[in-house]
C-alpha cells in the first residue's frame, strides 16, 4: 500500500514514524530511571572491574588455601610492664598474596597505590593479635594505610599499628633476670585450610629500628617462629610468632636498692664499737636501720606485682634486714647479760666480808699471782660493763677475797656465786668479725648464684 502512494507522501509519513519513535523513548513511562543508593565509580574501580566480582568471598574460593606472606618492621618498643605483665609495641604490618581478581592491564607494568578507602571495597586478610590487650591503627594525619596492586594481581597491603599485649614474666631472678616476650598473628577466621600464613622471607621477615632502647632493658635478639594453633570448635590456623628477648638493665637496682641496704647493714655494725652503757647511742641507731630497712622493702614491692613466689631482691633485702635485726638483738643480749653479772656482784660484794684489813689493795690489785690479772689485763677490761665510782676496784678486791682459803669457805657453799666472771665486752668483740664476714659471705654466694 505505501508503494502505491507517491514518493512525497511515503518520505512524509517516514518522518512522522521516527517523530513518534522518539517520543516513545522520551516519556517517562520508557525513561529509565538512574540507582541513586549506588554511588558512581572512579576510573580505578573500572579498571580494577570492583563490581564485576564478589569481594566477600576470598581468592580462588573452594581452591588450595590462598598463600599469605607477611613481614614486620618494628617501629618503636614502647613500655614493659612487670605490674600489668604486658608490653606495648609499634610496628608496620604488611601482608602479600596474589589476588587474580584484581589483575589490570598495563603498558608499562607499573603499580597503582590506594589509600584505606579501597581496602573497604576488596577482600585482605582478616589478621589479629592473639592474647593483645589495646591495638588500634594510627590516623594522623589520615589512615595509616596503605594498599598497591600490581598489574598480574599481586597486592601489598600495609598498615602501621599499636599493640598492647601480654606478656607471662619469670620475676624468680627479677632484677637479675631476662625476659622472653611473644607478640603472636593469626587469621581470625580463615584455618589453614582457607588461608596458609607464612613469613615472607623467613627469619628476615622482621626487621628492627637501630635506635630502639629501653630505659630498664637491653635488647638482645628479635627472632620469629610459626606455628599451627588449635581451637576445638572451628580447626587449625596458623600462627605466626615474634619473638624478642630482654635483658634487665641492673645498675639502677644497685643505686636504688642493693647500695642502700648494704650501707644500712654496715651502719648496724657501728653500734659494736659503742659503749655499752651508751643507750641513747646503741638502741635509736639500732631501730633507725631496721625502719629504714623496712622503707626500702615496702617501696620495692609497692613497684612490683604481688606474686606468690621470692624473687631474687627479696632474698638480698630480707637477708640484710635480718642481719640489722640481729645486731639490734646482739645489743640486746649485750645488755641483758652485762645487768645480770652486775646483780651478782653486788649480791657477792654483800656476802663477801669487809676487805679494809687487806692491806695495799693497789699493789694486790695489779699482782699476777694474786689476781690472775696482769696490768695489761686489767687496762684491756677497760670501763665496759662496770659500775662508775670504783666499780673495778671492788671487783679485783672481790676477786683477792676469793683466793683467801677462809674468805672462799665462807663462800663456798653460795655456788652460784664464785664464777661471776662473764665478759660481755668479748661478744661485742666477736660480732666486730662475724657480722661482717658472714655478710660477705653471702654477698659471694648471693652474687655468684644470681650474675
Known amino acids: 500500500m505505501r508503494q502505491a502512494l507517491p514518493r512525497s507522501a511515503r518520505l512524509l509519513l517516514s518522518r512522522m514514524e521516527v517523530i513518534n519513535t522518539d517520543e516513545l523513548i522520551l516519556s517517562p ?3 529509565r530511571s538512574p540507582d541513586m543508593t549506588k554511588s ?6 573500572q579498571l580494577l572491574r570492583i563490581d564485576d566480582h564478589d569481594f566477600t568471598m576470598r581468592p580462588a574460593f573452594g581452591g588450595p588455601p590462598i598463600p599469605v606472606g607477611v613481614d ?6 614502647d613500655t614493659i610492664s612487670e605490674v600489668d ?3 606495648t609495641m609499634t610496628l608496620y604490618l604488611r601482608h602479600y598474596w596474589k589476588d587474580e581478581r584484581l589483575s589490570f592491564q598495563s603498558t608499562n607494568n607499573q603499580s597503582m597505590t590506594f589509600d584505606s578507602r579501597l581496602v573497604k571495597k576488596i577482600w585482605v586478610p582478616d589478621m589479629f593479635f592473639v592474647h ?55 587469621s581470625y577466621a580463615y584455618t589453614d585450610d ?7 622471607k623467613g627469619n628476615e621477615s622482621l626487621n628492627t629500628d637501630d635506635r630502639i632502647s629501653l630505659s630498664q632493658f637491653l635488647i638482645q635478639k628479635f627472632h620469629t617462629t610459626t606455628k599451627l594453633a588449635f581451637y576445638s570448635s572451628t580447626g587449625w590456623y596458623n600462627r605466626l610468632y615474634i619473638h624478642f628477648t630482654l635483658r634487665r638493665h641492673i645498675f639502677f637496682f644497685l643505686l636504688q636498692t642493693y647500695f642502700p641496704a648494704t650501707l644500712m647493714v654496715m651502719l648496724s655494725w657501728v653500734s659494736f664499737w659503742i659503749d655499752r652503757r651508751a643507750v641513747p647511742a646503741r638502741v635509736p641507731l639500732g631501730i633507725t636501720t631496721v625502719l629504714t630497712m623496712s622503707t626500702i622493702i615496702t617501696g620495692v614491692n609497692a613497684s612490683m606485682p604481688r606474686v ?6 627479696d632474698i638480698y633485702l630480707w637477708v640484710s634486714f635480718v642481719f640489722v635485726f640481729l645486731s639490734v638483738i646482739e645489743y640486746a643480749a649485750v645488755n641483758y647479760l652485762s645487768t645480770v653479772q652486775e646483780r651478782k656482784e653486788r649480791k657477792l660484794r654483800e656476802r663477801l666480808p669487809c676487805t679494809c684489813g687487806i692491806g695495799n689493795p693497789d699493789e694486790m690489785m695489779i699482782d699476777p699471782q694474786i689476781t690472775g690479772y696482769g696490768s695489761m ?15 673495778r676496784q671492788e671487783r679485783i678486791l672481790a676477786q683477792v677475797a676469793l683466793n683467801d682459803p677462809q674468805i672462799a669457805r665462807q663462800v663456798k657453799p653460795s655456788r652460784g656465786y664464785v664464777n661471776i666472771w662473764i665478759d660481755t665486752h668479748a661478744i661485742d668483740k666477736y660480732s666486730r668479725v662475724v657480722f661482717p664476714g658472714a655478710y660477705i659471705l653471702f654477698n659471694i654466694i648471693y652474687w655468684s648464684i644470681y650474675s
Not at 614486620?72 to 618498643?77: A, C, G, I, M, Y
Not at 689485763?377 to 666499780?391: R, S
Open 29 to 31: 513511562i520508557y525513561k
Open 40 to 45: 558512581p565509580m572512579t576510573k580505578s574501580e
Open 72 to 77: 614486620v618492621q618494628v617501629e618503636s618498643l
Open 85 to 87: 605483665m604486658d608490653f
Open 132 to 186: 593483645s590487650k589495646r591495638s588500634f591503627i594510627h590516623d594522623t594525619t589520615t589512615d595509616n594505610v596503605m594498599l598497591r596492586v600490581y598489574p598480574d594481581g599481586n597486592v601489598l597491603y600495609s598498615l602501621r599499628v599499636t599493640v598492647t599485649a601480654m606478656c607471662n614474666m619469670d620475676l624468680s631472678r627479677f632484677p637479675l633476670d631476662t625476659q622472653t616476650c611473644s607478640l603472636e598473628i593469626e
Open 194 to 200: 582457607d588461608l596458609m600464613l607464612y613469613w615472607k
Open 308 to 313: 606468690s613466689y621470692i624473687k631474687a631482691v
Open 377 to 391: 689485763d686489767v687496762n684491756a677490761t677497760g670501763n665496759y660493763g662496770l659500775p662508775e665510782n670504783g666499780g
